[in-house]
C-alpha cells in the first residue's frame, strides 16, 4: 500500500522555465512533508519542508504547496537549472502514531533539465 | 568535518553470507534509520533507533538485524535470510526524534549479492 505516491515517474523542463513535481497522498494522519533531492549513487539532500498548518513555504528558488483537502502537494522551482537535474522525493510523517519519527518515501521523479 | 559515514561504497558478497554495513556519524544526533532503494521504488525504511540500546522494525525488517551500542554508530547486518538483499543502503539520522524534522543522509552502499 504506497501511501505516498509520485506518479510521473519523470518530467523534462527547459532551462529557466518553471519546474513542478506533483505528490499526492493517502494517509490523513500526514501532518509534515518533505522534499528531497537526489543525485546518483549519492544520499538524499532535504530541500524544502512544510508542516500541514500552512499551504505554502518558500526557499530561495523552491515553494512547495500543500492542498490537505486534496491530500496534495506540489514542488515548484523557478528558474529551473541544469544543475537541478536529479530525482525528487516526496515524503510525509505523522505525529502522535507511534512510529512519529518515521518518514514515508514516494517512489521519485526524475527531472531532466535541458538547455 | 561533522557528517554520515557509510562504508564501504560498493560492497560484494556471495549468496548465503552475512554482512555488514557501517553507518557512523558525528552530528551528535539522537536517532538513526537505514533505509533500502531499489529501482523505481522509493526510500523502504528497515529498522530505526532514537537512543543508544533501542532500536524498532520497519516497514521491510525481515533478514536484517541492527545494534545501537553506541549514539554514533548503527551497524546494519544484512543476514542470508534476507531473499533479495542486493540494493542501494542508506543510513541517515535526525537531530530530535520528532516528526517535523528532515532526516540527514550518508552517501550510502551499494551491496551486490550473487
Not at chain 2, 553507518?23 to 532503494?37: G, K, P, T, V
Request: with cysteine.
Amino acid at each position: 500500500d504506497q501511501q505516498v505516491k509520485q506518479n510521473s515517474p519523470s518530467l523534462s523542463v527547459q532551462e529557466g522555465r518553471i519546474s513542478i513535481l506533483n505528490c499526492d497522498y493517502t494517509n490523513s494522519m500526514f501532518d509534515y512533508f518533505l522534499w528531497y533531492k537526489k543525485y546518483p549513487a549519492e544520499g538524499p539532500t532535504f530541500l524544502i519542508s512544510i508542516s500541514s498548518i500552512k499551504d505554502k513555504n518558500e526557499d530561495g528558488r523552491f515553494t512547495v504547496f500543500l492542498n490537505k483537502s486534496a491530500k496534495h502537494l506540489s514542488l515548484h522551482i523557478v528558474p529551473s537549472q541544469p544543475g537541478d537535474s536529479a530525482v525528487y522525493f516526496c515524503a510525509a510523517s505523522a505525529r502522535g502514531t507511534g512510529t512519529a519519527s518515521k518518514l514515508t518515501f514516494g517512489t521519485g521523479t526524475r527531472l531532466q533539465v535541458t538547455l | 568535518d561533522g557528517g554520515i559515514t557509510q562504508s564501504p561504497k560498493y560492497l560484494f558478497r556471495k549468496e548465503g553470507q552475512n554482512v555488514t554495513l557501517s553507518c557512523e556519524q558525528n552530528l551528535n544526533h539522537d536517532a538513526m534509520y537505514w533505509y533500502r532503494q531499489d529501482p523505481g521504488q522509493g526510500l523502504r525504511l528497515i529498522y530505526y533507533s532514537q537512543i543508544v540500546n533501542d532500536f524498532q522494525k520497519g516497514d521491510i525488517a525481515e533478514g536484517y538485524s541492527v545494534s545501537r551500542e553506541k549514539k554514533e554508530s548503527f551497524p546494519l547486518t544484512v543476514t542470508s535470510a534476507q531473499k533479495n538483499p542486493t540494493a542501494f543502503y542508506l543510513c541517515a539520522t535526525r537531530g530530535l526524534a520528532s516528526y517535523n524534522s528532515p532526516l540527514h543522509f550518508g552517501n550510502g552502499t551499494r551491496l551486490t549479492v550473487t
